[in-house]
C-alpha cells in the first residue's frame, strides 16, 4: 500500500527538483547549513561506534542518521541536488541559472554549518583544548591527511582519478538514497529505504564532499598535518566534481531516461489502442 511506483518515483524527483531550485538564497543557506551540522553528528557518531568496536561497519550501520534527519526534516543536501535539480531543468521545470544559484547557495551553507559544528564538537571533545586529544579526534585527523596527501602521493593525474572515481561511487549511492526515500509513503519505510545505500558509501569508503568539508577543517583542528591548498586542491575540488558526475548521471538521467521514458510510451500506446 505505501510503495510508489517507479514511473511516479521519477515525477517525484522531477518536482522536488522544481522545488529546491524556487527556493530562496535565505532559506538555501539556513536548510544547508542544519544539513552541514547534522552531517557532523553523524560522522562523529559513526567514527565513536568504530572506535568503540574496532569495525568500520558498526559505523556505517548508524551514519545514515543523518541523512535520515536531512531528507525527513526537508533540508538540502547539494549532493543530492545534483541528480533532482538537473531534471527539472530538462523539463524546464525551472533554469539552468536556477539550478546552479541552488548549488552554491547550499554549498556555501554547508561549509559554514559544517565547520561551525566541527568547531563546537573540538571544544566540547577537547575541553577548551584543556585535555589531550580523544580518540575520535585522531581519528578524523588520520583520515583528513589520508584523504588529501594520500592522493597528492600518487600525482595530480593518478591522485584527482582516483578522487573523482571514489565520489562518482559515492554519489551514486547517496542520490540513490535520496531516491528511495520516494518509494514509500510512510516514514519507516522511507528511514528503510534510504538508510541502505547510505550504509553502502560510508562502509566502502568513498568521497563525499559535504562529509569532507566536516573531516578537513576539523581534522586541522585536531592536528592534522595538511593546508587548505591541500584540503580544497586534492580533496574538495574533485571529489565535488565526481559527485556532480556519479548523481547527475547514474541517478538523476539514468532513472529519467528508462523510466519517464516509459511512462511516454505508455501513455502514447494508451491514447492508440483508445483511437
Known amino acids: 500500500?505505501?510503495?510508489?511506483?517507479?514511473?511516479?518515483?521519477?515525477?517525484?524527483?522531477?518536482?522536488?527538483?522544481?522545488?529546491?531550485?524556487?527556493?530562496?538564497?535565505k532559506d538555501l543557506l539556513i536548510r544547508g547549513f542544519l544539513a552541514g551540522a547534522l552531517l557532523g553528528y553523524a560522522v562523529t557518531v559513526a567514527f565513536s561506534a568504530i572506535a568503540q568496536s574496532?569495525?568500520?561497519i558498526v559505523g556505517s550501520l548508524v551514519f545514515p542518521l543523518g541523512f535520515v534527519m536531512?531528507?525527513?526534516?526537508?533540508?538540502?543536501l547539494v549532493t543530492g541536488n545534483f541528480a533532482l535539480i538537473p531534471l527539472a531543468v530538462l523539463e524546464r521545470k525551472t533554469t539552468f541559472g536556477r539550478m546552479l544559484s541552488n548549488w552554491f547557495w547550499v554549498?556555501?551553507?554547508?561549509?559554514?554549518?559544517t565547520f561551525f559544528y566541527g568547531l563546537l564538537f573540538y571544544i566540547a571533545a577537547t575541553k577548551m583544548g584543556a585535555v589531550p586529544e580523544p580518540v575520535v579526534g585522531?581519528?578524523?585527523?588520520?583520515?583528513?591527511?589520508a584523504n588529501t596527501l594520500g592522493y597528492a602521493k600518487l600525482g595530480f593525474v593518478d591522485g584527482w582519478t582516483v578522487a573523482i572515481v571514489k565520489a562518482i561511487l559515492c554519489n551514486?549511492?547517496?542520490t540513490?538514497?535520496?531516491?528511495?526515500?520516494?518509494?514509500?509513503?510512510?516514514?519507516?519505510?522511507?528511514i528503510a529505504a534510504m538508510w541502505l545505500p547510505i550504509l553502502t558509501f560510508f562502509a566502502l569508503g568513498f568521497e563525499h564532499a559535504v562529509v569532507n568539508m566536516f573531516l578537513m577543517?576539523?581534522?586541522?583542528?585536531?592536528g592534522a598535518d595538511i593546508s587548505l591548498y591541500d584540503w580544497w586542491f586534492w580533496n574538495q575540488i574533485p571529489v565535488t566534481i565526481g559527485n556532480i558526475v556519479g548523481g547527475l548521471t547514474f541517478t538523476g538521467l539514468a532513472l529519467y531516461l528508462t523510466h519517464r521514458r516509459r511512462e511516454i510510451q505508455e501513455s502514447a500506446g494508451a491514447v492508440k489502442e483508445a483511437a
Do not use: C
Open 1 to 25: 500500500m505505501g510503495y510508489v511506483k517507479p514511473e511516479a518515483v521519477v515525477e517525484n524527483m522531477i518536482q522536488a527538483g522544481a522545488y529546491k531550485a524556487s527556493l530562496s538564497a
Open 172 to 174: 551514486w549511492m547517496v
Open 107 to 113: 554549498y556555501i551553507g554547508h561549509i559554514i554549518g
Open 217 to 222: 577543517p576539523t581534522g586541522m583542528l585536531f
Open 54 to 56: 574496532d569495525m568500520r
Open 70 to 76: 536531512i531528507v525527513l526534516l526537508g533540508l538540502e
Open 176 to 190: 540513490l538514497g535520496a531516491v528511495m526515500a520516494m518509494v514509500a509513503q510512510h516514514v519507516i519505510g522511507k
Open 138 to 145: 585522531k581519528m578524523i585527523a588520520k583520515v583528513a591527511e
